[in-house]
């Protein structure tokens, strides 16, 4: 009898999740615009804008994105992971979506953005909120095995990135205390990285 051990990730996919593309955003957009599901709208918006781990988005309050009922276009938070503040942009059509669930809603001040159904807990836990993420990815035809709430996170920091090749915006924006864990982060090829460097005097 062989006492080999087979691999805890036999069969299975690991690594980082894929960022969705600007297609895929605005198809992910539309149906939920179409179907008239504010929540789940408000929580996308938010997701992609803010860049927020999906332990800090599910425990937002309203008051931390919100200044005498009004959604404000800059937020800061106190990351939980690393206990480091960052700040994020909330864009006129996130603001929008999420001035549009909160009135439905009724909430204000110190209630949890986004609160569970399940009785047992005070706000929409990582795993339902990975659940909806799953939902909203096999919507649209992508294969829910290699997206997931980190996606969210990684999508509006790679089209930067893309864009500008700012990997110190890109830091600042993620909230990393280290440019070699947004290099990992982004996935970005040494020699890319290396380029880039070579290009910033400081």
Not at 83 to 91: D, L
Not at 186 to 200: H, K, M, N, P, Y
Request: aromatic share 6%; charged share 25%; net charge positive.
């Amino acid at each position: 009898m062989s006492n080999s051990r087979v691999p805890w990730n036999k069969g299975k996919l690991v690594g980082q999740k894929l960022p969705l593309k600007l297609k895929e955003i605005w198809a992910i957009r539309v149906r939920l615009q179409l179907a008239d599901k504010k929540r789940d709208l408000a929580l996308f918006n938010l997701a992609i804008d803010s860049k927020l781990r999906g332990s800090d988005l599910v425990k937002l309050r309203v008051n931390d994105i919100s200044n005498s009922g009004v959604v404000s276009s800059r937020a800061m938070i106190l990351q939980q992971k690393t206990a480091h503040p960052v700040q994020f942009e909330i864009t006129a059509g996130t603001r929008e979506s999420i001035t549009a669930w909160l009135s439905d809603r009724g909430a204000s001040g110190a209630d949890y953005l986004f609160p569970s159904r399940i009785s047992a807990s005070p706000h929409l836990s990582t795993r339902q909120y990975a659940r909806i993420v799953e939902r909203w990815v096999s919507d649209i035809g992508l294969d829910c095995g290699l997206y997931g709430t980190h996606s969210l996170r990684r999508t509006k920091p790679t089209l930067i990135y893309k864009r500008t090749h700012n990997l110190r915006a890109v830091q600042l924006l993620l909230g990393h205390t280290k440019l070699e864990s947004t290099v990992r982060y982004l996935g970005v090829e040494v020699d890319d990285a290396l380029e880039i460097a070579e290009q910033t005097e400081v």
